[in-house]
């Protein structure tokens, strides 16, 4: 959602940032929301899906590279458990709930997101990146999930 949780303003930083440095990257938005935050991410060259569907959402996501999770505060973020299934490469922002999981390195701000960006275009993925997917589908499964659950009602 184009809204103050999920921080447009810190993504709209890093695109400018990714830009001025030169970076071949398409960046797109998905979803929707706040007209004036859409308007000045077109302005960027940033597609923006607009509201859809949540099965169209995850078949774009499924045609990216990379997962930019931006968000402010979260509480449980699914839609990095999602891009993790997907097995897209995530650059998150840190905050409270990603830095519960094991996602790391995490970016502070929109510079170590861009840092984090250009060493995966660049081929060069930074320590943690290639294993988060593995150990977060490992821990964030139906099977894993159904059986904590089974253990804390049991």
């Given at each position: 959602?184009?809204c103050?949780?999920?921080?447009p303003?810190?993504f709209?930083?890093?695109?400018?940032?990714a830009q001025?440095?030169?970076?071949?990257?398409?960046?797109?938005?998905?979803?929707?929301?706040?007209?004036?935050?859409?308007?000045?991410?077109e302005?960027?060259?940033?597609?923006?899906?607009?509201?859809?569907?949540?099965?169209?959402?995850l078949?774009?996501?499924a045609?990216?590279?990379?997962?930019f999770?931006t968000?402010?505060?979260?509480?449980?973020?699914?839609s990095?458990?999602e891009?993790?299934?997907?097995?897209?490469l995530?650059?998150?922002?840190?905050?409270?709930?990603?830095?519960?999981?094991?996602?790391?390195?995490?970016?502070?701000?929109?510079?170590?997101?861009?840092q984090?960006?250009?060493?995966?275009?660049?081929?060069?993925i930074?320590?943690?990146?290639a294993?988060?997917?593995?150990?977060?589908?490992?821990?964030?499964?139906?099977p894993?999930?159904?059986?904590?659950?089974?253990?804390?009602?049991?």
């Amino acid at each position: 959602r184009l809204c103050p949780q999920k921080d447009p303003d810190f993504f709209i930083a890093t695109v400018k940032l990714a830009q001025a440095q030169g970076l071949p990257v398409d960046f797109h938005w998905l979803g929707g929301g706040d007209d004036a935050w859409q308007k000045q991410l077109e302005a960027l060259g940033v597609q923006v899906t607009g509201w859809v569907s949540h099965g169209a959402i995850l078949q774009r996501m499924a045609e990216c590279d990379v997962y930019f999770h931006t968000a402010l505060w979260e509480s449980g973020p699914l839609s990095v458990l999602e891009a993790a299934q997907l097995g897209l490469l995530l650059v998150c922002r840190s905050i409270p709930a990603i830095d519960a999981l094991p996602v790391h390195p995490a970016a502070k701000d929109a510079a170590e997101a861009v840092q984090m960006i250009a060493a995966i275009q660049r081929g060069k993925i930074p320590d943690g990146l290639a294993t988060i997917n593995a150990t977060l589908n490992d821990i964030y499964n139906f099977p894993a999930q159904r059986a904590a659950l089974a253990e804390l009602y049991g």
